[in-house]
């Protein structure tokens, strides 16, 4: 695994941590750290941190994917996040384009990052 953690800077700490707390859960993730203005989640350890917008100006989008056991973990985390109000960009399904067994679901985060779900298991 080259990514040892990432961390996104959020407009409202409170709107993420609760799109993060239901979306991250269909895919083994939880909250495992709280550290003043940031939340660690993880399966063990805190490899994904959020935290209040503290530096620049102005929003570039970001793209993330978070590794799904399964296809129904993917589903679950489109449910998961059409519950927390996220925008769908991309309804679960294959994408060939990628490898013949790349399986995915792409939305919005509060923050209007592109936040996917992805497994490569048949």
Do not use: K
Not at 11 to 31: H, N
């Amino acid at each position: 695994m080259i990514l040892s953690h990432l961390a996104i800077q959020c407009a409202d700490l409170d709107a993420s941590a609760q799109f993060y707390d239901r979306v991250l859960a269909t895919v083994g993730g939880r909250r495992v750290l709280e550290l003043g203005p940031a939340i660690g989640y993880g399966d063990q350890a805190p490899d994904f941190w959020i935290g209040t917008r503290q530096t620049g100006e102005g929003f570039r989008e970001t793209h993330f994917a978070f590794a799904a056991p399964d296809r129904a973990a993917v589903h679950a985390f489109h449910e998961a996040a059409l519950a927390a109000g996220a925008e769908v960009l991309h309804e679960p399904r294959l994408w060939t384009e990628y490898t013949p067994t790349y399986y995915a679901v792409f939305v919005r985060d509060p923050d209007g990052n592109n936040v996917e779900a992805v497994t490569f298991a048949d």
